[in-house]
């Protein structure tokens, strides 16, 4: 079983960047698939990008061109950077992780949570 835990929020003005961090431990990194989640007050939890155990990605339409997914195996680290933030996107992010092959963009899709970090942008 993977334990996650999230790190790089913060407050960022409208236009910045904020880079995010997820440590795993406790499994096998390379074998899960990963992505980033967030949660607004009042708003159902999303999903915002995902990388395959390949390194293949798929982003959530509204980010796409300002939002960066990687991952580094031998670390055990999956990194989300985001740039021109918006004030729309403050939220809780959290990291999820899933056996196997494929991404999924479902909460349900997803077996393990980090606890979630929070990013506030100001405008």
């Known amino acids: 079983q993977v334990q996650l835990v999230e790190s790089g929020g913060g407050l960022v003005q409208a236009g910045g960047s904020l880079r995010l961090s997820c440590a795993a431990s406790?499994?096998?990194?390379?074998?899960?698939?990963m992505a980033w989640f967030r949660q607004a007050p009042g708003k159902e939890r999303e999903f915002v990008a995902g990388?395959?155990?390949?390194?293949?990605?798929n982003y959530v339409d509204s980010v796409k061109s300002r939002f960066t997914i990687s991952r580094d195996n031998a670390k055990m680290t999956l990194y989300l950077q985001m740039n021109s933030l918006k004030p729309e996107e403050t939220a809780v992010y959290y990291c999820?992780?899933?056996?196997?092959?494929?991404?999924?963009?479902?909460?349900?899709?997803?077996?393990?949570w980090g606890q979630g970090t929070q990013v506030t942008v100001s405008s």
């Open positions: 999820a992780a899933r056996p196997g092959l494929g991404l999924g963009v479902n909460v349900a899709d997803y077996n393990y």
């Open positions: 406790g499994g096998t990194f390379r074998t899960y698939a």
């Open positions: 990388i395959t155990r390949g390194g293949n990605t």
